[in-house]
């Protein structure tokens, strides 16, 4: 295409545009408008220490970690933006295209964040950028103030290129999250050490220092005021041709009133939906004869999430085979809850779950061998019914640190500070000709939050039932 034609086929802005004397209007007469009151963010000095963590251990290379860019959901319409979240846990800081610099300075490093300040009010970019401008997206920190909220020199980010322009420095970069970092460091960074950095930055977060679980803690307080919303609106829930998106939205309402919003996609599954893992579609009609499993968590505004599941009886009453199929996750889950404690190895809570599951099956009938059998690692047959793990690490990611290396995680040992889930479930096919009629179509998990502690684990969503009973006084007394 000629550059006439697209000149010709090209239509821009919907918006109106801009004389020369608006243009001259809007950038006049403006009084200042600093920040008040600032002061060094909370996180400011739990994010030096992790820092400084990093920086011992790559001593003598520049270490580039951006914070990612915004991606567009349609056309000119982009999501709304969540950090990298090895960003934020090293800065505090939130905003799009920003990077953390670590330049290597003698025996240590110096941190420098590269930042979009504040549109000045000199170039339009106030009111004429649509995806930064403060007119249309709010107001940034200037790059004074950014320095100090969060204890980091700050400069701007038109200055970042330099940084390649001079002695070559051996560099590893947080890759795949900003193409323009991507596009300046290749040359200099290779791949399996980026690779390593990317390992590195998830098994820091494997051990959660104090006020990451004081935020985690508020995460899963937030999450429980949310479940209780959405049993208080079950009644209108019901009424409504899909109710489960009813659900998703009353809950996804607590998480943005209370923190930055959902940790991840609501799983509001009734009925056979619930045997769907990772059911987001949430379009189905809630029935008073079925299950809700409703997996869901609130992420706060400094990025940590909880993750909950809770599998209630939409009438209030677990019917006889609801509460035996009910029953046998539970058990799984205490079986698990039970096996958590420093030392043990972090499969051990599941496999405690999964023996738990293969017994329960077996005395039903379903399995075809027995439990000793399927548990066995050529066997696995109890997994047609429980498909996934009964866990993972928890923290500013949903499934949290999963860069970390095996013999770091999945191969590894617990130890105090993990923040894990303890969910395991039983997803009993609508269509399985395997099992008996009255079991066909029920999924049940259910999902806490624990903390290793010197003695075993804290359970953290202790104030969310557990127990059948227990659920079903809580619902009474939510429904009046």
């Not at 075809?368 to 050529?378: D, G, N, Q, R, T």
């Amino acid at each position: 295409m000629t550059q006439d034609a697209a000149d010709r086929f090209h239509t821009g802005s919907h918006d109106l545009p801009v004389s020369d004397a608006l243009a001259a209007y809007v950038s006049d007469r403006w009084a200042p408008s600093p920040l008040p009151d600032l002061s060094l963010a909370e996180i400011g000095p739990w994010a030096a220490k992790r820092r400084e963590r990093l920086s011992a251990r790559f001593p003598g290379e520049r270490l580039v970690i951006p914070s990612g860019v915004l991606k567009v959901r349609s056309n000119d319409d982009d999501y709304r933006f969540r950090p990298h979240s090895a960003y934020t846990y090293l800065t505090g800081e939130q905003e799009p295209g920003s990077v953390l610099v670590l330049e290597p300075v003698g025996g240590g490093h110096e941190a420098r964040l590269y930042l979009r300040p504040r549109s000045t009010r000199d170039t339009g970019e106030f009111f004429r950028d649509r995806r930064y401008g403060e007119f249309w997206v709010g107001r940034r920190p200037t790059l004074d103030e950014a320095t100090t909220l969060y204890g980091i020199e700050a400069v701007h980010l038109d200055t970042f290129a330099d940084l390649f322009r001079g002695p070559n420095v051996p560099t590893r970069v947080l890759s795949g999250e900003d193409p323009h970092v991507d596009s300046l460091v290749p040359v200099r960074g290779d791949t399996d050490q980026n690779r390593e950095l990317a390992s590195y930055l998830s098994e820091m977060r494997l051990i959660k220092d104090e006020w990451e679980v004081a935020q985690l803690q508020a995460a899963v307080d937030y999450t429980t005021a949310g479940f209780e919303d959405v049993v208080r609106s079950l009644p209108q829930a019901m009424r409504h041709h899909r109710g489960e998106r009813w659900i998703e939205g009353v809950f996804r309402l607590r998480a943005r009133a209370e923190g930055n919003g959902l940790g991840y996609e609501t799983i509001a599954a009734s009925g056979a939906h619930a045997c769907v893992l990772h059911w987001i579609r949430n379009d189905g009609a809630l029935n008073p004869d079925h299950l809700l499993l409703l997996d869901a968590g609130v992420e706060t505004d400094s990025l940590y999430t909880a993750d909950i599941t809770r599998t209630i009886p939409l009438s209030g009453r677990f019917s006889p085979v609801q509460r035996q199929v009910y029953e046998l996750v539970l058990a799984a889950q205490q079986a698990g809850i039970d096996a958590l404690r420093p030392g043990a190895s972090f499969r051990d809570f599941h496999q405690a779950a999964m023996a738990v599951i293969a017994e329960g099956l077996h005395d039903w009938g379903v399995l075809p061998v027995s439990a000793a059998e399927s548990l066995k690692p050529e066997s696995g047959l109890h997994r047609r019914y429980t498909l996934c793990s009964s866990g993972h690490m928890l923290g500013m990611d949903v499934h949290d640190c999963a860069k970390a290396r095996a013999e770091t995680y999945l191969d590894g040992k617990l130890e105090v500070g993990h923040v894990l889930t303890v969910e395991p479930g039983l997803y009993l096919q609508p269509d399985d000709e395997t099992l008996p009629p009255e079991l066909r179509g029920i999924g049940v998990r259910i999902e806490d939050d624990l903390v290793i502690t010197e003695d075993g684990a804290r359970l953290m969503s202790s104030a969310l039932p557990r127990d059948p009973d227990a659920i079903e006084e809580w619902m009474g007394n939510l429904l009046g």
